[in-house]
């Protein structure tokens, strides 16, 4: 990543630590209720409250040249970082320096469903991939000491930032180790015209079915349109063969990134941890 990057990569990760503290500062004010569900669409509230905090804390600089904009339309990215108030064009990228995606996991979710999915030539060198794991957690209840089934508002407990890239590439390694494989020209299974194929880079699984909503629809099964496994953040890691393991070892060892976010997962998830002690 070139060194303008780098540093402004530096900079959301650090600025990430004091947004992270007042995101839970503001949902144990806010957000505070008794119950709390899962699958309530609350990490898609805290996807957005991390990239409006990181904002405020960069405009609270005055010698801060960045902001961070919020993506509309449908791009994959959910926030670009731009120079602060530079002209921005997001079709062409003018203005931006790096984007971010960002993803929620509920830490006691028996299945941590943040996917990371984007096809690697879709990538950009520069983009990050921000992953945040929470829970509903007690907070005080108002004013008296807690109720029976007492209070609670979502909060992040451990985070990851890092390069996509890097995730993107341990990923598509293991996919093609648990057997997968990706579309390639003039090979589709729709038997598409070679210029006409829009499935170039799509996953299909050992089985050959289609990963993605976008993948050739000769390729869904009866049961499932599509499978949804690649890019499990967690379930990634799930190819138990010993070559899947030393995949595993060498982007541990090469890869800093990849270091950090498997640190991150171990920290969270007892199988990821499994994984890195054999
Ligand atoms: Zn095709």
């Given at each position: 990543m070139p060194d303008k990057h780098e540093q402004v990569a530096r900079t959301i990760l650090k600025t990430t630590e004091e947004a992270r503290r007042r995101l839970n500062e503001f949902s144990a004010r806010m957000l505070r209720t008794r119950g709390g569900r899962i699958g309530?669409?609350?990490?898609?509230?805290?996807?957005?409250?991390?990239?409006?905090?990181?904002?405020?804390?960069?405009?609270?600089?005055?010698?801060?040249?960045?902001?961070?904009?919020?993506?509309?339309?449908?791009?994959?990215?959910?926030?670009?970082?731009?120079?602060?108030?530079?002209?921005?064009?997001?079709?062409?990228?003018?203005?931006?320096?790096?984007?971010v995606e960002v993803k929620s996991m509920v830490a006691s979710a028996d299945e941590s469903k943040a996917h990371f999915d984007r096809l690697g030539h879709e990538l950009h060198e520069t983009d990050l991939l921000a992953v945040f794991l929470w829970d509903w957690l007690p907070v005080p209840a108002p004013g008296g000491p807690p109720p029976v089934g007492g209070y609670v508002s979502p909060?992040?407990?451990?985070?990851?930032?890092?390069?996509?890239?890097?995730?993107?590439?341990?990923?598509?390694?293991?996919?093609?180790?648990?057997?997968?494989?990706?579309?390639?020209?003039?090979?589709c299974p729709d038997k598409c015209a070679v210029d006409a194929c829009l499935h170039i880079g799509e996953p299909l699984n050992a089985k050959g079915s289609r990963e993605r909503p976008s993948g050739p629809s000769s390729t869904r099964t009866k049961t499932v349109s599509y499978q949804a496994n690649f890019g499990g953040l967690v379930r990634m890691l799930g190819c138990r063969t010993p070559q899947a393991r030393s995949i595993v070892r060498k982007f541990y060892a090469e890869s800093p990134t990849v270091k950090t976010h498997l640190d991150f997962a171990a920290r969270n998830f007892l199988r990821v941890a499994k994984v890195l002690r054999e």
């Open positions: 309530s669409g609350m990490g898609a509230v805290i996807e957005a409250l991390w990239g409006f905090f990181v904002n405020q804390i960069l405009l609270e600089d005055a010698k801060c040249r960045i902001e961070l904009a919020r993506m509309y339309g449908h791009d994959y990215n959910d926030f670009a970082c731009i120079g602060r108030g530079v002209e921005w064009h997001p079709e062409t990228r003018e203005g931006e320096l790096l984007r909060q992040v407990k451990d985070y990851f930032v890092g390069r996509a890239s890097d995730i993107a590439a341990l990923r598509d390694a293991l996919h093609r180790e648990c057997g997968g494989t990706f579309v390639e020209s003039g090979t």
